[in-house]
């Protein structure tokens, strides 16, 4: 069981996602937990690209020359910009709800004005 | 209570789900690298550049970085939006 | 709240350090680990170190939000304008029309480990150039505007 380890760590991360973001009331909690699975999800990506004895896929004073894929890497690449970019989104729209409401608590957040 | 206890064992069930999939993977031996062999054989003569990694960000699969630039560029126009004055100015009441 | 004089000497004496690691790090992206989106986030770290060093109020003088939006809009635009240059020489759109070409950035490359040189890449490096210049403005933005919502506590 231990040979597959980063993929049981994406099992358990994913899980603990999952269950912040359903159970929780604070929305910086809820954010957090979007956080723990686009975390999940990279180390899924990056791990799917691993070759047995490689290096880091640059020719610049290289060890050897059986190299990791270099795909999934910048797939990643692209998917940790965009979690930043969601979660800059979600932290303003807090702070502008705790400016109107008085609490970041969901439950109380419920009226609609316009 | 219910409703929690009821979404808890479902989260658990598709977790054993998840971790069946994750027993049959193989960690170290991919499953088809003839894309990234052409890549890596290739790369240095075709772009110019040590980084392979780079390349394929860059040159290979240009359209999704100019994509995530964009996104990038939109989201910081989402922020600007929503604090609409910096130090000081009156609020704006629409309607 | 201004920081004491410690720890305003000692983010003067870091920040330039901090800016010139970034900008290495996006100028060797064809060579070493790194590239555009690294780089670029290095450097807002260190504007962020000397926001919360000097506090908002101060740095809001030396920092105009214009400026920092329009170095994001010429990084945007740079890389697609990069990439377009490629119609002008009969080409596809995104094509490397600088590699093994003798001019700005055209050093062939032979197969194989080597010791890299700056001057290969064809146009990589413009472009590593402009998604810096975009990351950093960006980012710093961001900061900037999220420092501005904090409301003063009545105490």
């Not at chain 3, 410690?6 to 901090?18: F, K």
């Not at chain 3, 939000?65 to 119609?87: D, N, P, S, Y």
Request: proline content about 3%; hydrophobic content about 50%.
């Amino acid at each position: 069981m231990l040979w597959n380890l980063p993929y049981i760590t994406v099992v358990a991360l994913t899980f603990v996602g999952i269950v912040t973001v359903l159970l929780k009331k604070n929305l910086i909690k809820i954010l957090l937990g979007i956080n723990i699975l686009e975390s999940a999800a990279n180390l899924f990506l990056v791990s799917l690209g691993y070759r047995e004895g490689g290096v880091a896929p640059i020719f610049t004073l290289a060890p050897s020359e059986l190299m990791v894929l270099p795909t999934p890497q910048a797939l990643t690449l692209t998917s940790i910009v965009i979690g930043v970019a969601t979660s800059a989104l979600v932290l303003s729209f807090a702070m502008v709800l705790k400016k109107k409401y008085g609490t970041v608590d969901i439950t109380e957040i419920r009226r609609l004005q316009g | 209570m219910k409703k929690e206890v009821v979404m808890i064992i479902s989260l658990v069930i598709i977790s054993a789900f998840f971790m069946v999939v994750a027993m049959s993977l193989t960690f170290g031996s991919p499953a088809m690298t003839d894309m990234d062999d052409y890549f890596l054989r290739y790369g240095q003569e075709q772009t110019g550049t040590n980084n392979q990694c780079t390349s394929v960000t860059f040159d290979f699969r240009g359209f999704d970085t100019l994509g995530e630039s964009t996104v990038l560029f939109c989201a910081v126009i989402g922020v600007a939006l929503m604090f609409r004055r910096m130090q000081g100015g009156e609020e704006h009441e629409d309607e | 709240m201004r920081m004491s004089r410690i720890v305003r000497v000692a983010a003067d004496l870091v920040y330039p350090a901090v800016l010139i690691f970034g900008l290495y790090i996006v100028a060797h992206g064809h060579l070493t680990p790194g590239g555009g989106f690294q780089g670029g986030a290095v450097i807002a770290t260190g504007a962020a170190l000397v926001i919360v060093a000097y506090s908002y109020a101060e740095v809001r003088k030396w920092l105009s939000g214009k400026v920092l939006m329009g170095q994001e809009v010429i990084g945007l635009m740079g890389f697609i304008g990069v990439a377009l240059l490629a119609l002008a020489f009969g080409q596809v759109f995104f094509f490397n029309y600088l590699n093994a070409s003798g001019s700005l950035f055209g050093t062939p490359v032979p197969y194989g480990i080597n010791a890299g040189e700056l001057n290969t890449g064809g146009f990589v490096p413009l472009m590593n150039f402009s998604v810096g210049c975009e990351v950093w403005g960006g980012l710093t933005l961001v900061i900037l505007y999220m420092m501005s919502g904090i409301q003063k506590e009545a105490t």
